[in-house]
DNA sequence: GCCGATTTGTGAAATAATTTTCAATAATAA
DNA sequence: TTATTATTGAAAATTATTTCACAAATCGGC
């Protein structure tokens, strides 16, 4: 089901060459140079051209590479040619920042669903999504085959909503809380730890001065 | 200034290892073995033997790690023996939510300013915090010998607020834009990019089915 | 004090990621 | 047409990170 496993790291970078690919394309830019872009997106050229190659030989010697088709292809490969519906669960704080966030203007990620335990939330629509009581979390992640959640609930309860939520089916979960989740191995968990990046970046300002 | 060059990769998993630290010092354990940490935290044991090495020998081998020496050593390292303050610039939906996200709580990191374009914010507080008309930039930054600030503008200035907070003597930049910002070689910039994540995500659960 | 069970710390091996280098090719200028 | 310049793709070298596997140290019970 795949282009002959791609390196995690080239993975994590696609989304990135996507994003400035539409940009050159929204500026009628056609061509592009893997120097170029290394300025833009701050990758070096030669990690750009090896990250490309994986998936075949995708620009021209001496010319660069086709913007117009570099983008059709990344759309393809990163699904963002569909709509690709996520949960948020935990219309907190940040949970309801990250509903006005609206992915879907950056990319086809649109949450159609969200869940809260707070009675006064169920049932009412918060930034055009609807809200459901905890309780129906399974049953509407598994009538809406919902694959994606957002977790920005409590640290308390994030396992057992986890538990609950991969009962639903869910495969890939945004982990917000500091919790390190524990998912059977076919569900993928990308953890967002606000305070973590925070404290990371303090220990390199300490212990690092001067470039990497 | 350093203990001789800490791989990157170990400094990342710093925070994750002090996090857990806590909880089990809050609940009273005294000894905890690489094994038991490796389960908390989801990492190779191995791997945390490995990263705890490269601060010197702080286990005792046939018992394990004791919980408040190492909670002390990595307060330290972390800098979490101090109170750091930050800024946050751009009070909009996600800047608001970062204000009340308070990490304060889980670390010595406080936002003791924000900054916004906006005149109907500027000398107000808000969840505690000071907003400052976004020309008093440079100066308070200066003034308030603020280091590290929080990133959570529109991408379209993202950069010329950046240059501005480099040129108030930032080292450290949190950013929440998608914008890849140019700094010099002495200011880290940490991204933290939320549809990034997301297509990421995705791109995983339809490309590597089973396992990493 | 001795013995078996644990558990670290670390060389060495394996794996992953980045960077260097350069031949091959395309575009452009002369 | 031909020479010059730009730029990729890929092999090789390098660097970074993780994992294996085991000797050495420590603990706890007897």
Redesign the interface.
């Known amino acids: ?3 002959t ?2 390196p ?1 790291a080239t ?2 970078r ?3 060459y ?2 400035y690919l539409n940009i050159l394309h929204d500026s009628d830019k056609n061509r592009v140079s893997s120097t170029e872009l290394s300025e ?3 990758v070096d050229s030669a990690t750009i051209r090896r990250d490309f190659s994986y998936f075949g030989a995708l620009g021209k010697r001496g010319y660069g590479y086709d913007v117009d088709s570099l983008l059709k292809f990344f759309k393809k ?4 040619d569909k709509l ?1 519906n ?1 949960a948020l669960i935990g219309v907190g ?2 949970g ?3 509903l ?2 609206n ?1 879907h203007q ?2 086809n ?1 649109r949450i159609s669903a969200a869940f809260d335990v707070r009675p006064d939330l169920a049932n009412t629509v918060q930034s055009g999504v609807p809200i459901y009581p905890m309780a129906e979390l399974r049953k509407q992640l598994e009538d809406q085959q919902i ?2 959640v ?1 977790l920005t609930v409590p640290e308390s309860v994030a396992q057992n909503v986890t538990d609950d939520a991969v009962a639903g089916g869910v ?2 979960i ?1 982990n917000f809380t ?1 919790l ?1 989740i ?1 998912v059977p ?2 569900v ?1 968990v ?1 953890n ?21």
Chains 1, 2 share one sequence.
Request: aromatic share 8%; glycine share 2%; no cysteine.
């Open positions: 089901m795949a282009e496993k791609i995690k993975a994590k696609l989304p990135i996507y994003r833009a997106v701050k490969i990163l699904n963002q690709t996520a704080n940040l309801n920042a990250l006005n966030f992915f950056n990319s990620v694959k994606i957002i495969q890939g945004l500091p390190r524990s191995s076919n993928r990308q967002v730890d606000l305070t973590n990046e925070l404290q990371t970046l303090i220990y390199f300002l300490d212990h690092y001065n001067e470039e990497d």
